[in-house]
């Protein structure tokens, strides 16, 4: 028995009385398999002086294959990474499937991720007539928070009765934000100066800011109609 390395597959003949010619055969030709697989094998003495012959099997076992991928790392949720693996010797593709966890594949090697966590990852080959089937090769990629920006839509307000509640903007847009006022969820209603801090509440993203809402006093405007001109007329004498 041997195993497929590319190369041909000669089986040696031993003879008694040694170093008699002999012409060996494989499935009726003389030139050597190279390809995984059984071939029945006949080794015939040629010399004029002796005669003799003998029938064998000769089996070209399948050879290993090993997948070398070494994984892309822990990851941030928003990141997009291209896997890539080296295969072993039989040229079929690798192929990347989620094993578990926050985790999907797009056209055969782009990660991406849907949340937070431990993703698995494989990389996995087939085999084919020479090659039997790599093994699998797992791979545990944690996921944390993407980092997102906030700002302050406006933090100046005009006093009108109403509570003054600030707008906490992200990049991306759309994230879940949490706003208080001097640690407060209740927006001011008074004029003056508060402390105002914005977190991000998405399990997905991290980020805060900080900043001061100032309301301002509002204009007021007396009403006060005009007075009318009064005549006064002397008393007669």
Known sequence: NQTY??????????????????EVRYDGSLTPPIAAGTYDVSATVIDPNYMGTSLEVLT????????????????????????TATGGA???????????GPGEIAGGDLLSFTGIGDVVIAASQTGD???????SVPRTITVTPATAAVSWSSLSHIYDGTEQAVVAETVPPGIDVEVRYAGSLTPPTDAGTYAVSAAITDPNYMGALAGTLTITKAEQVIAF?????IHISEPTR
């Open 5 to 22: 390395d590319g190369n041909a597959r000669n089986v040696s003949v031993a003879t008694v009385p040694v170093g008699l010619t002999t």
């Open 129 to 135: 007539e020479n090659y039997y089937a790599a093994g």
């Open 225 to 229: 109609p005009n007075l009318s001109l």
């Open 90 to 100: 039989g040229g079929e593709p690798v192929v990347f499937t989620v094993v578990s």
């Open 60 to 83: 070209v076992g399948k050879a290993d294959q090993v997948i070398q991928f070494g994984g892309p790392g822990d990851q941030v949720f928003d990141a997009e990474v291209t896997l």
